[in-house]
């Protein structure tokens, strides 16, 4: 049984016919990815507008509309032409609005030649723990949870320490985190 207002796999709230906690069962309506349900619970896209959700990113689990965004980290600008073969090499990115980070993306062609040694939003490592794993973990094309990243105030550092494993050639690392940014007007 689906009751609207709980939060679903993703995280989020869903809603039904407009009414937080409203029942969904055998009913339809809208979730807040913009995924329509039906009373057999089947999901399919609807459209999106703007990238803009309703979600409990607000104060104290409120709902508030949210921004998914993509922040870029490149090592070309620190390493160009590559990371070389066994060295590392931390990447960095400054958001310029709050920001919470979801979901680390590493390119597919790109992943198995690296392993992410500490990712940290300002001071605040990610990691449970010290050790490295490996980028396919965050690769475009494997399957994972999203993790949320502890938030970050505008021009806070979040950084990405890799290592380049490959033992010829130098390499450039790209990656995207996926995340949500609230403006706090």
Known sequence: MRHAG???S???ARVAHGRPGGHTMGRTG????GMAFGGNGACAPVSNVANQVQQNCGPYGTTRTCR????????????????????SLTVTALPQEPFV?????????QAPFFVINSITVGRVPQFVAVGAVSAEVFSSNSFRAFQTFDPADRGTQISINVTNIDTVDARRFTAALLGQSQPFS
């Open 101 to 109: 980070g979801l979901n680390l993306i590493v390119p597919s062609i």
């Open 30 to 33: 809208q979730d807040a990815l």
């Open 68 to 87: 998914e965004y993509y922040l870029g980290f490149d090592s070309e600008p620190e390493a160009p032409g590559g990371i070389a073969p066994g060295a």
């Open 10 to 12: 993703r995280g989020l």
């Open 6 to 8: 709980m939060i679903h």
